[in-house]
């Protein structure tokens, strides 16, 4: 693809985003946006039992429009701005969503945000996989460059910064394409989405006055800002021009103290950003997933039982012990941030998707067990977390009086420099699938999705797994 340099930053994007086509995209970034496609739906699913959904639902039918656009709860469906929300809210509600990242720095959930808005577009009029994955690839590559080009320096990084707010033009992009915007209007929908945009909260998150804030990492709104705007753009709406670029763009918006413009442009086409959209392979926060893989492999090396296990050491920040030790989740985000109790479920081998039901945070004998976990707070690492936002952990375990030094995990598990194999992001969501459907189902649910590309009418494809209460 080629890409005027002539045009004013955003329209260029918009209008690589318009251009893209399926022969665009190496083979093998088609296959990742088709796996994160489906890991989403996954947890869409399985999350719409929590109790956040539940919630959500409740308020979002009583006052958001009936319409077409498909719900991951089997519920009702609605028209797109309010599906974008409930079924963002419901893909991450289990804190199992993928992620983005580079060199080890988490920033942000895209495929709650960019999966959501695709999925309310499929009430719009029949839209084909190729179709669908053009879309998602064009969000995901913008998305990836806009929250790399703000990156902010440690100590803006302390005063303020959004984890998946930045997601609402993504948003736009992928919902905007899918409903035939030219290049033109997906720049307009760029400016109003970033206009719309919630404010970065990271540090008003409850941290120290539990319970959390339910929405955490602010998907659901940002979903529906992006659809929001391409429906404002639709309806005549003029919003920002350029919104990207120059001294009072969008990074300054969001509480940026720095803007890399190249990283917005550069490559644009040929090397992939979207490269570097990751997997979870543990239902909590990221930053302490290297905790829990150094624990794992120690139980899989030992054959390691919990009642042998007197007590888990972990090395980590001060971030860390400050934010992250919490061993009476109130409720389930509170455990997705809970080590120690992750740890617990991680131990006694408790299906995934149900770590933080109401019945697993209520189990005496993981609160037990979460009680043994303790943080020593490592120099080294709280350097890496605090300069360089990499949570680099390590357990070890005293078991029946022996220390048993654990790995330090550099990256964690699903990224670009420690890859989830497909089989496990697949058998991920067949587990939670498993939540809804019996095993004839999610074989047969699995291997459809697997030909997503193939697919003629996605809409047709999801109504058997949607649908289904």
């Avoid at 895209?110 to 839209?127: F, H, S």
């Avoid at 209520?362 to 350097?383: G, I, M, R, T, W």
């Avoid at 605090?386 to 964690?412: C, K, M, N, S, Y």
């Amino acid at each position: 693809m080629t890409h005027s340099a002539v045009l004013p930053l955003t329209l260029r994007l918009a209008t690589f985003a318009h251009r893209l086509t399926i022969r665009d995209i190496p083979a093998v970034l088609r296959r990742k946006i088709v796996l994160h496609f489906i890991d989403s739906l996954g947890c869409g699913i399985a999350g719409a039992h929590s109790q956040v959904v539940r919630d959500c639902a409740r308020v979002t039918r009583l006052h958001y429009a009936a319409g077409n656009s498909p719900i991951v709860d089997g519920g009702a469906p609605l028209a797109a701005i309010g599906a974008a929300f409930l079924n963002a809210a419901a893909i991450n509600a289990l804190d199992y969503d993928d992620g983005y990242e580079v060199a080890g720095r988490g920033m942000g959930h895209p495929g709650a945000t960019l999966v959501a808005a695709a999925l309310a577009a499929l009430g719009t009029r029949p839209i084909d996989g190729e179709t669908l994955i053009c879309a998602l690839a064009a969000a995901y590559e913008i998305n990836g460059r806009i929250i790399q080009s703000q990156q902010p320096s440690p100590a803006r990084f302390q005063q303020v910064y959004g984890v998946c707010q930045h997601e609402s033009i993504g948003a736009a992009v992928a919902y905007g394409l899918l409903t035939g915007c030219d290049a033109a209007g997906v720049e307009n929908a760029i400016g109003l989405a970033a206009s719309l945009t919630p404010l970065p909260s990271l540090h008003k998150y409850n941290w120290q006055q539990r319970p959390l804030v339910s929405f955490k990492d602010y998907n659901a709104p940002a979903a529906e800002s992006g659809v929001r705007a391409v429906e404002l753009h639709r309806g005549g709406i003029i919003g920002p021009r350029d919104v990207l670029s120059g001294d009072q763009g969008f990074w300054r918006m969001m509480g940026s103290d720095r803007f890399d413009e190249a990283a917005l442009i550069t490559g644009l086409g040929e090397q992939w950003a979207l490269q570097h959209a990751s997997f979870k392979a543990y239902p909590a926060c990221r930053w302490i997933h290297t905790a829990l893989e150094s624990f794992e492999r120690l139980q899989q090396e030992l054959a390691l039982l919990p009642q042998d296990i007197d007590v888990i050491r972990v090395k980590g920040s001060q971030r860390l012990a400050a934010d992250f030790m919490d061993t009476r989740p109130q409720n389930e985000t509170d455990a997705q941030f809970s080590l120690p109790f992750a740890l617990a479920c991680l131990a006694y081998r408790i299906p995934r998707h149900r770590w933080s039901a109401d019945e697993t945070l209520a189990n005496p004998v993981l609160q037990a067990l979460a009680d043994k976990v303790h943080v020593e707070v490592s120099p080294e690492l709280d350097q890496l977390m605090a300069q360089e936002r990499r949570p680099v952990l390590q357990v070890d375990v005293v078991t029946r009086g022996h220390v048993v030094v654990g790995e330090r995990i550099a990256f964690p598990l699903g990224c670009a420099e420690h890859p989830l194999a497909e089989s496990r992001v697949m058998a991920k969501f067949a587990e939670n699938l498993s939540s809804r459907l019996d095993p004839t189902h999610v074989a047969e649910a699995t291997a459809a999705l697997s030909e997503l590309e193939q697919c003629q009418d996605v809409a047709a494809l999801l109504t058997p797994l949607i649908s289904v209460s």
